[in-house]
T-cell receptor, first 113, second 117 residues
Framework: QQPVQSPQAVILREGEDAVINCSSSKALYSVHWYRQKHGEAPVFLMILLKGGEQKGHEKISASFNEKKQQSSLYLTASQLSYSGTYFCGTERGSGAGSYQLTFGKGTKLSVIP | ETGVTQTPRHLVMGMTNKKSLKCEQHLGHNAMYWYKQSAKKPLELMFVYNFKEQTENNSVPSRFSPECPNSSHLFLHLHTLQPEDSALYLC????????????????FGPGTRLTVL
Protein backbone atom coordinates (compact mmCIF):
# COMPACT_ATOMS: atom_id res chain seq x y z
CA GLN A 1 0.00 0.00 0.00
CA GLN A 2 1.43 3.30 -1.06
CA PRO A 3 2.16 6.02 1.51
CA VAL A 4 0.05 9.18 1.49
CA GLN A 5 1.80 12.48 0.98
CA SER A 6 0.47 15.89 1.91
CA PRO A 7 0.10 18.50 0.68
CA GLN A 8 -0.14 17.58 -2.99
CA ALA A 9 1.30 20.92 -4.02
CA VAL A 10 2.68 24.00 -2.34
CA ILE A 11 3.91 27.38 -3.56
CA LEU A 12 6.51 29.25 -1.55
CA ARG A 13 8.32 32.53 -1.85
CA GLU A 14 12.07 32.43 -1.48
CA GLY A 15 13.04 32.28 2.16
CA GLU A 16 9.81 30.70 3.37
CA ASP A 17 9.58 27.34 5.10
CA ALA A 18 7.56 24.25 4.21
CA VAL A 19 6.72 20.86 5.64
CA ILE A 20 5.85 17.80 3.58
CA ASN A 21 4.31 14.81 5.29
CA CYS A 22 4.35 11.13 4.41
CA SER A 23 2.09 8.67 6.20
CA SER A 24 1.67 4.94 6.02
CA SER A 25 -0.91 2.58 7.49
CA LYS A 26 1.68 -0.20 7.69
CA ALA A 27 4.66 -0.66 9.98
CA LEU A 28 7.72 0.81 8.34
CA TYR A 29 11.38 -0.07 8.44
CA SER A 30 12.63 3.04 6.72
CA VAL A 31 11.52 6.14 4.84
CA HIS A 32 13.41 7.56 1.88
CA TRP A 33 13.06 11.04 0.43
CA TYR A 34 13.78 11.97 -3.18
CA ARG A 35 13.41 15.13 -5.22
CA GLN A 36 12.67 15.13 -8.94
CA LYS A 37 12.94 18.19 -11.11
CA HIS A 38 10.94 18.36 -14.31
CA GLY A 39 12.45 16.17 -16.99
CA GLU A 40 15.14 14.81 -14.69
CA ALA A 41 15.73 11.67 -12.66
CA PRO A 42 14.77 11.51 -8.98
CA VAL A 43 17.67 12.47 -6.73
CA PHE A 44 18.20 10.97 -3.30
CA LEU A 45 17.89 13.33 -0.33
CA MET A 46 18.00 11.16 2.78
CA ILE A 47 16.96 7.94 4.49
CA LEU A 48 15.41 7.67 7.93
CA LEU A 49 15.26 4.49 9.93
CA LYS A 50 12.68 3.56 12.51
CA GLY A 51 13.57 4.93 15.91
CA GLY A 52 12.56 8.53 15.43
CA GLU A 53 15.85 9.45 13.85
CA GLN A 54 16.13 12.93 12.46
CA LYS A 55 18.50 13.73 9.64
CA GLY A 56 19.57 16.88 7.95
CA HIS A 57 20.95 17.90 4.61
CA GLU A 58 21.88 21.59 4.45
CA LYS A 59 18.58 23.39 5.03
CA ILE A 60 16.50 20.28 4.45
CA SER A 61 15.84 17.97 7.35
CA ALA A 62 13.44 15.15 8.11
CA SER A 63 12.05 13.17 10.98
CA PHE A 64 10.45 9.76 11.34
CA ASN A 65 7.78 9.10 13.95
CA GLU A 66 7.67 5.34 14.30
CA LYS A 67 4.54 5.31 16.43
CA LYS A 68 2.58 7.28 13.89
CA GLN A 69 4.33 5.67 10.90
CA GLN A 70 4.84 9.14 9.59
CA SER A 71 7.78 11.07 8.23
CA SER A 72 8.03 14.80 7.71
CA LEU A 73 10.41 16.69 5.45
CA TYR A 74 11.31 20.20 6.56
CA LEU A 75 12.54 22.79 4.09
CA THR A 76 13.77 25.97 5.72
CA ALA A 77 14.61 29.29 4.06
CA SER A 78 13.63 27.83 0.71
CA GLN A 79 15.66 28.59 -2.39
CA LEU A 80 14.62 28.59 -6.04
CA SER A 81 16.62 25.38 -6.49
CA TYR A 82 14.28 23.57 -4.09
CA SER A 83 11.52 23.55 -6.70
CA GLY A 84 10.53 20.09 -7.85
CA THR A 85 8.41 17.13 -6.85
CA TYR A 86 9.28 15.47 -3.58
CA PHE A 87 8.61 11.77 -3.17
CA CYS A 88 8.72 9.65 -0.09
CA GLY A 89 9.46 5.97 -0.49
CA THR A 90 8.66 3.58 2.30
CA GLU A 91 10.19 0.24 3.06
CA ARG A 92 8.08 -2.17 5.02
CA GLY A 93 9.06 -5.15 7.06
CA SER A 94 10.86 -6.23 10.14
CA GLY A 95 14.16 -4.72 9.23
CA ALA A 96 15.49 -7.41 6.98
CA GLY A 97 15.99 -4.87 4.25
CA SER A 98 13.65 -5.86 1.47
CA TYR A 99 15.18 -3.23 -0.84
CA GLN A 100 11.69 -2.64 -2.16
CA LEU A 101 10.34 0.90 -1.98
CA THR A 102 6.73 1.97 -2.34
CA PHE A 103 6.47 5.60 -3.35
CA GLY A 104 3.84 8.21 -2.63
CA LYS A 105 2.29 10.31 -5.38
CA GLY A 106 4.61 13.20 -4.66
CA THR A 107 4.35 16.79 -3.49
CA LYS A 108 5.00 19.47 -6.07
CA LEU A 109 6.92 22.35 -4.55
CA SER A 110 7.28 25.63 -6.42
CA VAL A 111 9.53 28.36 -5.07
CA ILE A 112 9.01 31.77 -6.59
CA PRO A 113 11.13 34.92 -6.25
CA GLU B 1 30.08 7.87 -18.32
CA THR B 2 29.15 8.27 -14.71
CA GLY B 3 26.18 7.30 -12.60
CA VAL B 4 23.30 5.49 -14.25
CA THR B 5 22.70 5.81 -17.99
CA GLN B 6 19.69 4.75 -20.00
CA THR B 7 19.14 4.35 -23.71
CA PRO B 8 17.22 5.33 -25.66
CA ARG B 9 15.96 8.47 -23.99
CA HIS B 10 12.83 8.49 -26.12
CA LEU B 11 11.07 5.62 -27.86
CA VAL B 12 7.92 5.48 -29.95
CA MET B 13 6.64 2.04 -30.88
CA GLY B 14 3.59 0.34 -32.25
CA MET B 15 1.69 -2.31 -30.37
CA THR B 16 3.16 -5.09 -32.49
CA ASN B 17 6.79 -3.99 -32.21
CA LYS B 18 9.54 -5.53 -30.11
CA LYS B 19 12.04 -3.19 -28.52
CA SER B 20 14.45 -3.16 -25.60
CA LEU B 21 15.42 -0.55 -23.05
CA LYS B 22 18.96 -0.55 -21.77
CA CYS B 23 20.33 0.57 -18.44
CA GLU B 24 23.97 0.68 -17.35
CA GLN B 25 25.32 1.68 -13.97
CA HIS B 26 28.91 2.83 -13.47
CA LEU B 27 28.78 2.87 -9.68
CA GLY B 28 29.85 -0.65 -8.84
CA HIS B 29 26.46 -1.44 -7.33
CA ASN B 30 25.03 -4.93 -7.05
CA ALA B 31 21.30 -4.24 -7.19
CA MET B 32 19.29 -2.80 -10.06
CA TYR B 33 15.66 -1.81 -10.44
CA TRP B 34 13.08 -0.97 -13.07
CA TYR B 35 10.37 1.58 -12.24
CA LYS B 36 7.42 2.87 -14.23
CA GLN B 37 6.39 6.50 -13.80
CA SER B 38 3.04 7.52 -15.29
CA ALA B 39 1.47 10.94 -15.19
CA LYS B 40 -0.16 11.69 -11.86
CA LYS B 41 0.77 8.28 -10.48
CA PRO B 42 3.48 7.31 -8.02
CA LEU B 43 6.64 5.57 -9.05
CA GLU B 44 5.82 1.88 -9.47
CA LEU B 45 8.49 -0.71 -8.83
CA MET B 46 8.47 -3.34 -11.56
CA PHE B 47 11.52 -5.55 -11.06
CA VAL B 48 14.42 -5.89 -8.65
CA TYR B 49 17.68 -7.69 -9.28
CA ASN B 50 20.11 -8.42 -6.43
CA PHE B 51 23.44 -9.92 -7.39
CA LYS B 52 22.07 -10.49 -10.91
CA GLU B 53 19.16 -12.57 -9.64
CA GLN B 54 15.61 -11.36 -9.91
CA THR B 55 14.15 -11.06 -6.45
CA GLU B 56 10.99 -9.09 -7.08
CA ASN B 57 8.39 -9.09 -9.82
CA ASN B 58 5.51 -6.92 -8.80
CA SER B 59 2.75 -8.50 -10.87
CA VAL B 60 4.11 -7.01 -14.06
CA PRO B 61 2.47 -8.24 -17.30
CA SER B 62 4.50 -10.74 -19.28
CA ARG B 63 4.81 -8.30 -22.17
CA PHE B 64 7.60 -6.78 -20.05
CA SER B 65 10.60 -9.08 -19.75
CA PRO B 66 13.69 -8.05 -17.75
CA GLU B 67 17.20 -9.31 -18.27
CA CYS B 68 20.25 -8.76 -16.10
CA PRO B 69 23.33 -10.29 -17.76
CA ASN B 70 25.72 -8.82 -15.17
CA SER B 71 25.64 -6.47 -12.22
CA SER B 72 26.23 -3.41 -14.42
CA HIS B 73 23.62 -3.92 -17.11
CA LEU B 74 19.88 -4.24 -17.05
CA PHE B 75 17.49 -4.59 -19.96
CA LEU B 76 13.75 -4.37 -20.29
CA HIS B 77 12.43 -6.22 -23.33
CA LEU B 78 9.11 -5.01 -24.64
CA HIS B 79 6.67 -6.77 -26.93
CA THR B 80 3.02 -6.32 -27.88
CA LEU B 81 2.62 -3.35 -25.56
CA GLN B 82 -0.59 -1.43 -24.99
CA PRO B 83 -1.12 2.35 -25.18
CA GLU B 84 -1.55 2.43 -21.39
CA ASP B 85 2.07 1.27 -21.12
CA SER B 86 3.18 4.69 -22.31
CA ALA B 87 5.20 6.17 -19.45
CA LEU B 88 8.65 7.14 -18.25
CA TYR B 89 10.67 4.03 -17.42
CA LEU B 90 13.33 4.62 -14.84
CA CYS B 91 16.24 2.42 -13.96
CA UNK B 92 17.97 2.67 -10.59
CA UNK B 93 20.84 0.96 -8.81
CA UNK B 94 22.02 0.62 -5.24
CA UNK B 95 24.58 -1.18 -3.16
CA UNK B 96 23.13 -3.86 -0.90
CA UNK B 97 24.69 -6.59 1.18
CA UNK B 98 23.51 -10.05 2.02
CA UNK B 99 23.03 -9.04 5.62
CA UNK B 100 20.62 -6.58 7.12
CA UNK B 101 21.14 -3.51 5.00
CA UNK B 102 19.74 -0.32 6.45
CA UNK B 103 20.87 2.00 3.74
CA UNK B 104 19.50 1.51 0.29
CA UNK B 105 20.10 4.84 -1.41
CA UNK B 106 19.02 4.38 -4.97
CA UNK B 107 20.58 6.22 -7.86
CA PHE B 108 18.27 6.82 -10.79
CA GLY B 109 18.97 7.11 -14.46
CA PRO B 110 17.35 9.83 -16.60
CA GLY B 111 14.68 7.45 -17.87
CA THR B 112 13.27 6.40 -21.23
CA ARG B 113 10.12 8.19 -22.33
CA LEU B 114 8.07 5.47 -24.01
CA THR B 115 5.07 6.15 -26.23
CA VAL B 116 2.99 3.24 -27.51
CA LEU B 117 0.79 4.03 -30.47
Amino acid sequence: QQPVQSPQAVILREGEDAVINCSSSKALYSVHWYRQKHGEAPVFLMILLKGGEQKGHEKISASFNEKKQQSSLYLTASQLSYSGTYFCGTERGSGAGSYQLTFGKGTKLSVIP
Amino acid sequence: ETGVTQTPRHLVMGMTNKKSLKCEQHLGHNAMYWYKQSAKKPLELMFVYNFKEQTENNSVPSRFSPECPNSSHLFLHLHTLQPEDSALYLCASSQVSGRKQPYNEQFFGPGTRLTVL
